[in-house]
């Protein structure tokens, strides 16, 4: 079995009651079983693992913990604001020797000029960005048809 991990950086918990206008009004424990449920169908060999932190350090953690992770095929990850300030993120995910595909719910070029920039873009596949949670799924799709067939 491999493994599919998507990491949810800071304020991401809220998703569902934050800002709903910018964010949508659903949670990310509704959108989990709508994804296992396309990865049963169409990726049936390989598992998603879910992580979440409000704590950078944290997030370093689990990024060093997944970098280390021989059942890994890749990494999806919305680091929140950290996107745009993270150094250290940026570095951790260096370490990633698989695709890692980072996602934004809302399209952060189209918002204020701090999103504009992100920290981590250099270092990973691609970014999807503006599409809700739709661009989870496409970033599902994105890293795993890198798999070897
Ligand atoms: C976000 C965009 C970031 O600028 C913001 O700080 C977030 C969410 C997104 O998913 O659109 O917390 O990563």
């Given at each position: 079995?491999?493994?599919?991990?998507?990491?949810?950086?800071?304020?991401?918990?809220?998703?569902?009651q934050?800002?709903?206008?910018?964010?949508?009004?659903?949670?990310?424990?509704?959108?989990?079983?709508?994804?296992?449920?396309?990865l049963?169908?169409?990726?049936?060999?390989?598992?998603?693992?879910?992580?979440?932190?409000?704590?950078?350090?944290?997030?370093?953690?689990?990024?060093?913990?997944?970098?280390?992770?021989?059942?890994?095929?890749?990494?999806?990850?919305?680091?929140?604001?950290y996107?745009?300030?993270?150094?250290?993120?940026?570095?951790?995910?260096?370490?990633?020797?698989?695709?890692?595909?980072?996602?934004?719910?809302?399209?952060?070029?189209?918002?204020?000029?701090?999103?504009?920039?992100?920290?981590?873009?250099?270092?990973?596949?691609?970014?999807?960005?503006?599409?809700?949670?739709?661009?989870?799924?496409?970033?599902l799709?994105?890293v795993?048809?890198?798999?070897?067939?």
């Amino acid at each position: 079995m491999h493994t599919l991990h998507l990491v949810q950086g800071v304020n991401l918990n809220r998703v569902g009651q934050r800002e709903p206008g910018v964010y949508g009004g659903l949670s990310l424990e509704s959108q989990i079983p709508l994804w296992e449920t396309y990865l049963t169908r169409h990726w049936p060999n390989v598992e998603l693992r879910v992580h979440q932190s409000n704590q950078e350090g944290t997030l370093v953690d689990i990024i060093q913990a997944i970098a280390a992770d021989a059942s890994s095929v890749g990494m999806l990850i919305n680091p929140g604001a950290y996107t745009h300030t993270s150094i250290a993120l940026r570095d951790a995910v260096a370490m990633v020797q698989k695709p890692v595909v980072e996602i934004h719910l809302s399209h952060t070029y189209a918002r204020e000029a701090f999103r504009k920039e992100s920290l981590l873009s250099g270092v990973c596949l691609g970014t999807i960005a503006g599409f809700g949670w739709l661009g989870y799924r496409l970033g599902l799709d994105a890293v795993l048809t890198q798999l070897p067939a």
